[in-house]
């Protein structure tokens, strides 16, 4: 592989974004809707499925929360396929509506994509922190994934703090996190329906807002301060779609956010 490749030099002076959705703008965002309740049913039925081995059974909402992220990979994985299949119908090409091609980028280009949205995305951490003067200790669980005393820090964050005891547990949820999630998500909301609805009057950068305002609804779960770092990150990894035009840049850069959660939750645990 070269360390810079040809799409990467290309991407300084254009974007390569050039993802198109011949289906019916009413059956993209229909779709949408189906593989979202579809996704979640999975995850239901993970859950339920996985809880009864777990400390607590289907009577904890902890073990519930578990359970769901242990499955979240094998869901993942049926979920996108669904994804795909629904995009091929109704006079869709799905490799072009999901831009599923692989960017010419080379590893030194993989290397400075994902190196540089951790950091920008750590900035922007930063920077909320001290521009709104927010307390981080305020969303950060207890040991045992307890919720701090202001509030809950996040159902799954807590999870992943109290999975960090059970060290076979938390290293067979690292996958579903890491590579799971941002699969299904980066296919629902920056897949066929991103294509659909940038050929609207919302164009590109409306469509990069509407649907990362949308992901981040998804995670009403979460603190306020979760939620708006969602929503920006949301902006940037449609930025990202759009410069190198492929959906395989916000799945890595996805998942390379989330490995980075796991493990700093690693560390965190350990260190308290």
Known sequence: MTMIGEDLRRARHEWLYAGRNSQPLWFAILAFFLLFLFNALLQGVAAFSIAPFMEGGLTDPRALIKGTILGMLPVAVVAAFVCYLLASVKGGNARLSTALHVPRLGLGGWLIITVGFLM?????????????????????????GESPETGSAGLVKEAMYDLVNEPLLFWLAIPSVAIGAPLVEEFMFRGPVFASLAQTRLGRWGTVALTSAAWSAMHMTEPLFSIALIFIMGLVLGALLLRFGSLWVTMVCHGAWNLMFSLLTLGMVGQS
Do not use: C, E, K, R
Not at 124 to 136: C, P, Q, S, T
């Open 120 to 144: 920008a995305m750590y900035a922007v951490i930063m920077a909320l922190v001290v521009g709104f003067d927010i307390d981080l200790a305020q969303y950060t669980p207890g040991a045992n």
